[in-house]
């Protein structure tokens, strides 16, 4: 055999090593990459930190400033609310602060009474119903308040109130309500991010982005770092579930009013980040191809050389040739004991193929074995449930020496009962035992035999004293068959069913699904058979009539169901059922 030229060893191992100190250069450049963009976490996140310090700050003053006018109006508007000359204390107010945007003042009722010119409109509205006005007549402390944020009608943006009691002699008289600009979040040194302020419930109060701030009301409910934020001072990047930008997002709280800001800075649109991004992105990119080119070289050579050899042979094993034989000659020996490793493999599968051969014939052969048994067994099995249910007819036939209406009353229930039991496993889902049924069914009278000659066959109707005795025919039939177990469930069947579905039967007066199922339906088949048929006393009557009595009697004497699925079965093409019965 013509051996191919391959490197030594000692080149695949200078390969193997090119390989693994590219993959340790990478491993250190990524660590360094990792590294830097910390920094530069670290660097953003603690200039965000700084802005959100010097907003809370500015707010703070802001805030104090608000609530200070608004204390003083308060003491001022004491005694005379409604003092149009006091409008002037009011205007003065605005003045001091360009936070506020409008005041009115209510009275205890809620009712304007004042206000400043650009909310004269408002004189005279009732305010009661506003959830301000509640939280400062419910309040104890009687201090200012601030309101939850909404869109304000005045204004047609969002906003909030400061609500301050106005007391008099310690009894509350009124209030001022103030109305907060939006823009006194606004700082004109903090550019190129966006910053908010939100309540505790999530809602934003007021944006820097005062054209988007209404827009993003109903979003920052599901903003990310409320998310995993509120209540918490924290810091992270995610996407802006708005704008759909990458951010590094700071939180901070309020301490006056356990309000936050929020400051969000796109990252992707700052242009110094950005480029330094992608250039350790082209970096990293360029080191991954020059190591991916090297160990495909390396891999290439290596693995096509020694994967070559065993082409052709592999290829003869796939098609039944196990007898292949390499040539251990090559000058590595580790090449030598994969050839070696190779040829065990393939006299390995040569005895693994002979040995499943035989274990497929042998297989086969217990297979055929298997099919003669189970055949044999089910002719064996039929024929012990032909004997049991000959057995079982002879009982039937004992009864019949007592009472001759007994066997053939017993064959037509048993063919009406088996006929329900098939049409409601395959129509209505339900899997009953029908050989069981079928058993119960044809003994369903023999507790018979314990009662009287006389009584069975007497030509008259019965006394009362006389029909008390038949009643206790089902419970001698559950005695008589108590000792037969396979015969369990049968005898429950029997001893049940007279008994009627309002739980008017006998012999124990148990009603609705606590009668078995098996003995509902003999219950029905019985009663009909009964009804159809000459008896010494009485003549049958027809079909219709006794369908008619099924059905008045559904729901009191017999099981709804089975009446429907019975009383169907028999209409079907006029009463084929009951014509082929009686026919047989």
Same mark, same amino acid.
């Not at 106005?166 to 910053?195: A, R």
């Not at 920052?220 to 802006?240: F, H, P, Q, R, V």
């Given at each position: 055999m013509k051996v191919q030229k391959t490197r030594s060893v000692k080149e695949a191992s200078f390969f193997g090593m090119l390989g693994g100190s590219l993959v340790f250069a990478l491993i250190n450049f990524m660590i360094f990459f990792v590294f830097v963009l910390g920094l530069g976490y670290m660097f953003i996140s603690s200039h965000e930190n700084n802005l959100s310090e010097v907003l809370i700050h500015n707010l703070n003053e802001k805030q104090n400033r608000i609530l200070s006018i608004s204390k003083n109006l308060s003491e001022s508007m004491a005694s005379n609310i409604a003092d149009q000359q006091k409008k002037m204390l009011i205007e003065n107010s605005m003045k001091n602060s360009t936070d506020i945007q409008g005041i009115f003042v209510l009275d205890d009722k809620g009712i304007v009474k004042n206000a400043s010119d650009n909310y004269n409109d408002f004189l005279g509205i009732d305010f009661s119903g506003k959830d301000y006005y509640k939280q400062v007549i419910n309040a104890n402390n009687k201090k200012t308040i601030i309101s939850r944020?909404?869109?304000?009608?005045?204004?047609?943006?969002?906003? !909030? %109130?400061?609500?301050?009691?106005?007391?008099?002699?310690? =009894?509350?008289? /009124?209030? #001022? @309500?103030?109305?907060?600009?939006?823009?006194?979040?606004?700082?004109?040194?903090?550019?190129?991010?966006?910053?908010?302020?939100?309540?505790?419930?999530?809602?934003?109060?007021?944006?820097?982005?005062?054209?988007?701030?209404?827009?993003?009301?109903?979003?920052?409910?599901?903003?990310?770092?409320?998310?995993?934020? !509120? %209540?918490?001072?924290?810091?992270?990047?995610?996407?802006? =579930?708005?704008? /759909?930008? #990458? @951010?590094?997002?700071i939180i901070r709280e309020e301490p006056i009013t356990s309000m936050y800001i929020v400051l969000e800075h796109h990252i992707l649109g700052d242009k110094v980040v950005l480029s330094s991004l992608v250039a350790m992105l082209a970096v990293v990119v360029l080191f991954i191809l020059i190591f991916v080119l090297l160990l495909s070289i390396q891999v290439s050579n290596v693995a096509t050389n020694y994967v070559g050899m065993f082409k052709d042979e592999v290829k003869k094993i796939s098609q039944g040739n196990y007898d292949v034989k390499l040539f251990n000659k090559h000058p590595h020996e580790e090449i030598n004991e994969i050839i070696d490793s190779f040829n065990n493999m393939a006299q390995k599968v040569r005895l693994r193929e002979e040995e499943l051969q035989t274990y497929n014939e042998e297989l086969i052969a217990a297979n055929d074995e298997i099919k003669t048994m189970m055949a044999a067994l089910s002719k064996n099995e039929k024929d012990r449930k032909e004997q049991y249910l000959q057995i079982i007819w002879t009982m039937v036939n004992l009864l019949e020496i007592k009472d001759e209406y007994t066997a053939g009353h017993s064959k037509s229930v048993t063919y009406y009962t088996e006929e329900i039991v098939e049409k409601l496993n395959r129509d209505y889902g339900f899997k009953l035992d029908a050989d069981r049924i079928q058993i119960a069914a044809i003994l369903h009278d023999i507790g018979k035999i314990g009662i009287q000659r006389e009584i069975l066959n007497k030509p008259s109707r019965l006394t009362q004293e006389e029909y008390e005795i038949i009643k206790t025919h089902p419970t001698k039939g559950y005695y008589a068959l108590k000792d037969i177990e396979t015969l369990k469930n049968e005898r429950e069947i029997i001893k049940y069913h007279h008994e009627r579905y309002d739980g008017r039967g006998y012999p124990e007066g148990i009603k609705g699904d606590a009668i078995p199922l098996g003995a509902r339906i003999i219950c029905v088949a019985d009663s009909f058979d009964a009804m159809v048929s000459d008896r010494p006393y009485r003549k049958g009557m027809p079909v219709e009539m006794a369908i008619g009595e099924l059905i008045r009697n559904k729901g009191t004497q017999f099981d709804p169901l089975i009446v429907d699925v019975f009383v169907a079965m028999l209409r079907q093409e006029q009463g084929e059922l009951f014509l082929q019965q009686n026919e047989a």
């Open positions: 944020s909404y869109v304000s009608q005045q204004a047609k943006k969002l906003t !909030l %109130n400061a609500v301050t009691p106005v007391m008099k002699d310690n =009894k509350l008289i /009124g209030m #001022i @309500v103030m109305f907060i600009n939006p823009n006194i979040i606004k700082n004109k040194d903090i550019s190129g991010m966006e910053y908010y302020l939100v309540d505790n419930n999530g809602d934003i109060i007021f944006q820097s982005d005062e054209d988007n701030a209404m827009s993003r009301e109903d979003n920052i409910k599901n903003s990310t770092i409320l998310e995993k934020g !509120l %209540n918490k001072n924290n810091a992270m990047i995610y996407k802006d =579930k708005v704008s /759909g930008k #990458i @951010v590094l997002g």
